[in-house]
């Protein structure tokens, strides 16, 4: 009867967690389910239960991004050299070059709208990936990262570094999941990852 209930238990966290996940994206822009192109569904156009895109983690469905990107100090390259996985995956829809709708192995032809894309060229944005090794040698400028150098945490709040495959050596670097969230989590306007009064996310990582 004692595992029964815990059981039950357990069933009912999922249950209320899932409800509060689907709310919270269901009140965002990610939610494309009022466009005919989603099929009604609100995960599909980004995940997938089967036939994901081999080699991508979360059953990744839609297309990724091929382009070639200026980064932040000017060079040049690709989303697969360049990005943490979670950032190309982000890109593949606010770098304006793939449609929405270009999922589950369709070609579409709804792009995203001038005020969310980004472009290719990225020397005007927060630096990402390649350009944005969190230095942990730079106490005086950044606040220190956890001792798995895999978080930044500063007034109560916590931000994900992403990992990054620098020819070999695994580095963390900023990334787009680390002050956005895609699935609204938190539901702070603009999906970031914590409340940006008084700039608050921005000093868990600057000091200033």
Known sequence: MKLWTRW???VALVCIAGTNASAQIAGSAHNFSS???SGGEICKPCHTPHFAIEGMPRLWNHELTTATYTMFEGETGTAVDNFDYASRMCMSCHDGTVALDSFGGQ???TFIQPRSNLGID???DH???S???YPADRPTSFNPPSADGRTVTFGGVSLRLKSWDDAGTIKYVVGCTTCHNAHNRGGYPHMTQSTMASSQMCLVCHIK
């Open 8 to 10: 039950m238990g357990a």
């Open 107 to 109: 070609t579409g032809t």
């Open 131 to 133: 350009d944005a090794v």
């Open 127 to 129: 630096p990402v990936g």
């Open 122 to 124: 990225l020397t005007d």
């Open 35 to 37: 466009y005919g192109w």
